[in-house]
């Protein structure tokens, strides 16, 4: 059990990892009133509480054998391969599959800024590249990757419990955006909004949302 935990206790390097994974999200959505700050308050303590818990103290594993009565002699650092009782196969497996999702989190992320600003700087509505799929693909990307990174990857307490508190909280501000958009474009964002989804693809359109989050063309594009 203790060969599981050796990264427990590094502080210095969950210090780093919060700063650069924090300066990385604020780069990219740059908060610019309150309520956007607001739903950024949200997904820092989601970060906080993930990278603590991943290289400091092991909260949760620590909540389950003291007061759940999970049997200590089978701990692992993951909880999903404690929970399910692959070991090391299962923290593996949880690892490789929550990156995938993380990073494809991150590209849709990335790409849905970069046509968004292009956007704004034209003041022109964007419909078409990942917002042909979504009406909110920095979130969608957003979603995915904290979904992948603190759920599929290393779940905890604190992240599996703020993961819907940070989709209710965007959910409610891309609803709030959407009415100023609607103001400033009338007709023409009702009918994009009859046409695509808030946050997830049609059935069939994940391939090509991931695909599209890769293709930088659309930043090209007078």
């Keep these: 059990m203790n060969e599981s935990f050796n990264h427990a206790g590094t502080w210095g390097i969950a210090l780093i990892v919060i700063v650069l994974i924090s300066w990385f999200f604020y780069r990219y959505f740059a908060p610019k009133n309150w309520r956007e700050w607001a739903g950024a308050g949200v ?34 650092a993951s909880l999903w391969s404690t929970l399910v009782g692959l070991g090391e196969t299962g923290m593996l497996i949880s690892m490789l599959l929550g990156y995938a999702l993380a990073f494809t989190g991150i590209g849709i992320f990335i790409q849905g800024w970069r046509q968004v600003h292009k956007a704004r700087a034209e003041d022109r509505l964007v419909t078409d590249g990942l917002y042909a799929f979504v009406r909110h693909p920095q979130y969608t990307g957003l979603f995915i990757a904290l979904f992948g990174e603190g759920v599929v990857h290393w779940p905890t307490l604190f992240s599996v ?47 090509r949302l991931a695909a599209a989050s890769r293709d930088s063309r659309d930043d090209n594009k007078g």
């Design 43 to 76: 997904v820092q303590a989601f970060i906080i509480a993930l990278y603590a818990e991943m290289y400091g103290f092991p909260l949760t594993i620590y909540l389950l054998v003291r007061f759940f009565g999970l049997d200590s002699d089978y701990v692992s």
């Design 161 to 207: 419990g703020l993961f819907p508190v940070v989709v209710l909280v965007y959910t409610w501000l891309a609803r709030r955006e959407e009415k100023q958009v609607l103001a400033q474009f009338g007709e023409a964002y009702r009918d994009y909004q009859r046409r695509v989804p808030m946050f997830i693809p049609r059935w069939g359109q994940w391939r």
